[in-house]
């Protein structure tokens, strides 16, 4: 919040979603790494700010909000006035914190909601698609995707019922179902043997995945432990396989950082084909993946695979004031776009020391990160009471 103290009096737009996971998801770690109550007051203050963007005919937030007016509105580029799945799939767990934490159950009636309408809408072979109308509740474009625009709404499934101390069956049967449908329809094999998960058009497939698609491997390990036991497995499997793909598309680029987007299409095999797609912007998602292969697995190769972006780091994103995101991973002489994204230091830092230290550390049976690396406790009953203290 530094550098930015009267962040919610601005009266300019602010977006829902990466206010609650940068600024919410920060606030309610802090409160509960260090019991400071200006913490959890401030996360408060902002998720009561959030509140007006839910007033839609279906209860489906709008992606744009007015802190200072209240007024909200979707995204220009959204189609038709659309609401995005990532977006307003990506606010459950910290919405059950703040109605924990305040006592006030409206923010979880407004997820829970959420929730609602994406169980009654029909879903094209079960997957679900980027775009939904706030007004009708129906899909607006049949644009399925596990990277941009539908990401981390799976990895809030999983995580809602790991963090509700796996009660929340609702939750891990949307998960389920969602990985079965992914899994049927668009995780494809490249004639290399490369695993990969495409996109999926009204039924057509592009055979690219963005780099923050790579979460996937992650998620799906952290799935894996509590899957049928028939399936466990048969899910690992798929997170390592996921895993080596796009260090694939790391190992592939003379940085060793991995592009934007790499195909898997003519001949090429995780490699970006297009310009416009080269670029890394210190994106957590591959060592994200990389953590959580390694606190399943202990396969020390992710400890390798982890070693060498941080020295691709060093090599070719350092600059004198920080870290850079650069233009193209294909040359050994790379031009810095002179920016530090915010996510570089919760995410791609944290779970980089996260891979390297003891997995007691942050213990993944007491923790869920949010879907930019915050902590927010397991909501175990007695863990609950001490911190309530
Ligand atoms: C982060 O802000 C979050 O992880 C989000 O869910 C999508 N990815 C960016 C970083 O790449």
Redesign the pocket.
Known sequence: MKGSPHLINLNGEASLFEVN?RYIGGLLAAYYLTGEEVFKSKALELGEKLLPAFNTPTGIPRGVINLGSGMSWSWGWASAGSSIL?EFG?LHLEFLHLSELSGNPVFAEKVMNIRKVLNRVEKPQGLYPNFLSPVTGNWVQHHVSIGGLG??FYEYLIKSWLMSDKKDSEAKKMYDDALEAIEKHLVKKSAGGLTYIAEWRGGILDHKMGH?AC?SGGMIALGAEHAREERKQHYVDLAAEITNTCHESYERSDTKLGPEAFRFDAGTEAMATRLSERYYIL???VVESYMYMWRLTHDPKYRQWGWEVVKALEKHCRVEAGFSGIRDVYTTTPTHDNMQQS?FLA?TLKYLYLLFCEDDVLSLDDWVFN??AHPLPINHTDFKASVQQ
Do not use: C, V, Y
């Open positions: 996971i990532a990506t990401d981390s923050l979460f994106r957590p998602e996510f995410e879907t930019e």
